[in-house]
């Protein structure tokens, strides 16, 4: 609220949030943050113990519910390790989310869904920034992936046995340098042309927004090469 000019100071800011009804705040990487101005408002009578207990209460609550007090042993979470997050059922089951997830805008002449059979016959061309990255494929506030369970656009066909052609056009999402010649080159020869492209967190993340929501660089460039 201060860098929006809402409030004038951290005081200030504290009192506006906690009457507001915020009970927690995230301020990772304040060396002071707002909240600590809370006794002092609570000293001037800007806000009123009972307030403080209002809004801890059900902070607390749900924090005891998560068993973020128990000891250790108490938790059954506590003794898990990649050998059963990444266990096949879990791999699966994450195999399945994603592809129930998949919003399908426009299909013409029905084109999709490519079917694994008919690959082995067909030439697929996959191009595009985000084609065989697996760093950008993450999002804002992402884990941070053991790279053997990455599966890029580009690594995922050619494990169905396609013959599968790759091109970047674009080393990065900002796509300032494009080369041109190596894309028309890939897709000219290919049956089919997955063309990969968007953001990630090197063009936009939280605090970092953009004035519109055209693609980077030279990727719309890159798309109509492609279809062309």
């Given at each position: 609220m201060l860098g929006h000019h809402y409030t004038h100071s951290f005081l200030e800011t504290a009192v506006a949030s906690v009457n507001a009804g915020c009970n927690l705040e995230l301020s990772y990487g304040m060396r002071n943050n707002v909240f600590m101005r809370i006794p002092q408002a609570l000293a001037m009578g800007n806000i009123t113990l009972q307030m403080l207990r209002d809004r801890v209460r059900p902070l607390f609550y749900t924090r005891m519910r998560l068993g973020e007090f128990d000891p250790p042993a108490m938790n059954p979470y506590s003794s898990l390790d990649l050998s059963v997050v990444q266990s096949p059922k879990h791999r699966n089951l994450s195999l399945e989310a994603a592809v129930k997830s998949f919003v399908l805008l426009k299909n013409v002449r029905g084109t999709?869904?490519?079917?694994?059979?008919?690959?082995?016959?067909?030439?697929?061309?996959?191009?595009?920034?985000?084609?065989?990255?697996?760093?950008?494929?993450?999002?804002?506030?992402?884990?941070?992936?053991?790279?053997?369970?990455?599966?890029?656009?580009?690594?995922?066909?050619?494990?169905?046995?396609?013959?599968?052609?790759?091109?970047?056009?674009?080393?990065?999402?900002?796509?300032?340098?494009?080369?041109?010649?190596?894309?028309?080159?890939?897709?000219?020869?290919?049956?089919?042309?997955?063309?990969?492209?968007?953001?990630?967190?090197?063009v936009e993340t939280e605090a970092k927004d953009r004035s519109d929501l055209s693609l980077p660089g030279h990727q719309l460039e890159l798309l109509q090469d492609a279809v062309q």
């Open positions: 999709l869904p490519l079917r694994a059979q008919d690959l082995s016959s067909q030439h697929l061309a996959v191009v595009g920034p985000f084609a065989d990255n697996p760093r950008v494929l993450f999002g804002d506030y992402a884990p941070v992936p053991e790279p053997q369970y990455i599966y890029t656009p580009r690594r995922g066909l050619e494990m169905l046995g396609a013959n599968v052609s790759f091109a970047a056009g674009c080393s990065e999402p900002r796509c300032k340098l494009y080369s041109r010649a190596e894309l028309v080159r890939v897709v000219g020869a290919a049956d089919v042309v997955l063309v990969c492209l968007g953001t990630g967190v090197d």
